[in-house]
């Protein structure tokens, strides 16, 4: 089996886990019936094509996204500690939707969802600006610092909502944790098409972005205007993880995981290392969301949660194997 079939292989495998297991068994057959020939009479259709469904679709956007948005995060600022949650993107979108739900008195989702565009776009400029990106002398543990302290903040900012309305925590409780819970409430098509933009101009961008990441005078040297490179990867990681915020939260670390394992299958290459960082970040979300709905079932743990421990070692393991002033 090719390393390609092996990863399509098992984001198949996760996808009919994710289907069919849960609080309520649904078997492979029903779950095969529910979808070609729905009854809506049996609650067990009612299952795979109102709850599971829509998860699995939110899954599969989210977890590309964010995958994708790490590789070039990492590509670009030669930092495999860059992640947007690790750098405050995630947050930035999160406060966002949760201010936006204070000062406009909304709480639907659909409309609450597209403020996370505007707080990632903002945060990322700002992380990027604070660790010294616009200058050319961003460094992994610069910008990891600038991330660090943008996200407590917002953070920080986020619970200052919550204190002072408390009426807003049901709104606020799926922005600070993470969650595909009510995927089905979210603008999904919206989204996909967000996402999508996003990934296409990364990948168009993709031959500059390696360029860039020689050096910003070896890049001028070979046509490439790093200004404009830089703009172009901002633009995409803003419509990535705002994608993925308004689809299910801040889910923590997945941009970080996936992109060095990617790298190990597929070699350096941007362009293969962006689709199989988006199949691995898909893989790792649907068997996060899928394990946090069986441990304690029927009670359920949080996508982001069930990220989070796995991606906290992760993120301590790869800050071990940097070296002072290195890149990787």
Known sequence: MTRWGLLIGVLAAVVLLSLTVGVRPVSLAEAWRALTAPDLTNPDHIVVLSIRLPRIVAGLICGAALGTAGMAMQVLTRNPLADPGVLGVNAGAAFAVTLGSLLLQRADA???????????AAATVAVFSLGGGFRGDASPVRLTLAGAALNALLVSLVSAVVLMRGDTLEVVRFWVV?????????????????????????????????SLALGAALSRGLGTHPGRVQAGVLVSVTLLTGAAVALAGPIAFLGLMAPPIARKIVGAALRPGLVASALLGAVVLLFA??????????????????TALVGGPAFVLIARRLSPGGTS
């Open 178 to 210: 993470g969650s595909l819970a009510d995927a089905g409430a979210r603008p999904i098509a919206a989204m996909a098409m967000a996402a999508g933009g996003g990934l296409a101009l990364l990948f168009a961008l993709a031959p500059r972005i390696e």
């Open 289 to 306: 969301d899928t394990l946090g709905r069986l441990v304690f079932a029927p009670a359920e743990i949080r996508a982001g949660v069930m």
């Open 110 to 120: 659909g409309f609450l969802a597209y403020l996370a565009f505007p707080g990632a």
